[in-house]
């Protein structure tokens, strides 16, 4: 869904700058090269317009290319000698690069929108540092010539590290990390922040110990560093004592509590404001998730003619409670009469039964089997298989 969201907001995007760059960009005709690949490993490719290049070292790089890697690592280089690495399972969007004679008019705008990637400014003069724009599903990042990695997860969530000089070993220079929630600056080696949505605030930059560049890849995301994971609970300890909604969780937090915390803080009626989204079990290989994802396919048999003015007015539930439920990772509640079974792992799943309904719901999933009845369990039949 994130990266169906970019490509929504880069065609708008790139429909704008196109134009601009019809009108004002003479020194520039599109379709020239704005750089090239000099390393390749394992599986990748660039995708312009609805093909799919080869991707061997020395392939030109273009602007609106689209690059990617699966089981495979990319490294480009731009004419002003700025350096863009995708690790494995990345996918980043070539927005705009226009070199003028004149380095404070040259733009650069790259959007990160999975996976781990490093960018490196470069060591020429075609291009002003500052107008370099790199965003992510949840950040901006304004550089001021510097050396940085982004690490997405699938959810659009960002981690941003600042690297060190690679020959002197001290900071880099200094970056901004920012959205409609606020702004951390990065300004020592290894400095680093987290950002869970765009309208949450940055996490407070925090040194790590004990890395290197070569260290930084998709696992950080899903198993953070000890004083990363330490930033987030704090900056999100405050929010925890009020009303829990998508953008007030600690994503981390259910995979650490025997009890179910959502479930236990609930007062009164479980509505769709109360789903935590981010309740189901994080902390797995986001390698094998992106690489083993499958749709759920759910089999819908409707026996069952309607209510009518016999409707019952309300539902009984066997196999499972109002609310969230731990083992089976269903959000069941009642919304505008109907009962609604909302569960986001791997695919969502949003079933919807109306006033009067009666069946049952039968669920194999990974590390879960079971039936769910509702009315009198007869009627509606829905059986729901995900391999």
């Keep these: 869904m994130i990266t169906q969201l970019f490509r929504l907001i880069r065609k708008t995007l790139l429909t704008i700058v196109s134009s601009c760059l019809l009108l ?3 020194g520039f005709a599109h379709g020239e ?20 290049l080869e991707t061997d070292v020395g392939t030109d790089i273009n602007i609106y290319d689209e690059a990617e890697t699966a089981n495979g690592r990319m490294l480009i280089e731009f004419l002003d000698e ?77 981690m941003v590290i600042l690297l060190p000089d ?22 020592q080696a290894y400095a680093a922040t987290t950002v869970a949505s765009y309208e949450a605030s940055p996490t407070k930059s925090i040194v790590v110990q004990g890395i290197t560049p070569s260290m930084i890849d998709n696992m950080f995301i899903v198993n953070p560093p000890p004083a990363i994971r330490q ?8 929010e925890q004592n009020q009303d829990q909604g998508i953008l007030d969780v600690d994503f981390l937090e259910f995979n ?60 009984s539930l066997k196999g499972a409670t109002v609310g969230f439920n731990k083992d089976s990772q269903y959000n069941i509640f009642e ?15 949003n079933i919807i039964i109306t006033a ?14 079971g039936i769910i009845t509702f009315g009198d369990g007869d009627g509606i039949e829905i059986v729901i298989r995900q391999n």
């Design 24 to 26: 004002s960009y003479s």
């Design 33 to 52: 090269p704005i750089g090239d690949i000099v390393e390749n490993k394992g599986v990748t490719s660039v995708k312009r317009g609805d093909s799919r």
């Design 82 to 158: 700025e350096k863009l690495s995708l690790t494995e399972n990345s996918l980043v969007y070539i927005d705009e690069a226009y070199y003028d004679p004149d380095p404070s008019l040259s733009k650069m705008s790259i959007r990160m929108v999975r996976g781990t990637s490093r960018f490196s400014s470069g060591v020429g003069n075609r291009i002003k540092k500052a107008n370099v724009d790199v965003a992510t599903p949840t950040a901006n990042i304004t550089m001021r010539g510097t050396d940085f990695t982004t690490t997405i997860d699938e959810l659009g969530r960002t």
């Design 166 to 187: 690679e020959v002197t070993g001290e900071t880099s220079g200094e970056i901004l990390v920012w959205n409609d929630g606020g702004e951390t600056i990065l300004n």
């Design 231 to 238: 930033a987030m609970e704090e900056s999100y300890s405050d």
């Design 256 to 315: 650490e509590l025997e009890s179910d915390a959502l479930q236990d803080s609930m007062e009164g009626d479980f509505t769709e404001l109360d789903i935590d989204y981010l309740s189901v079990d994080f902390l797995q290989d986001l390698l094998d998730v992106i690489e083993e994802l499958v749709k759920t396919k759910v089999v819908l048999v409707d026996k069952q003619a309607g209510g009518g003015a016999d409707a019952l007015a309300g539902f």
């Design 335 to 349: 919304q505008d009469g109907d009962l609604v079974f909302f569960r986001d792992v791997n695919g969502v799943i």
């Design 356 to 369: 009067g309904g009666s069946g049952f719901i039968e669920t194999s999933v990974d590390g879960y089997e």
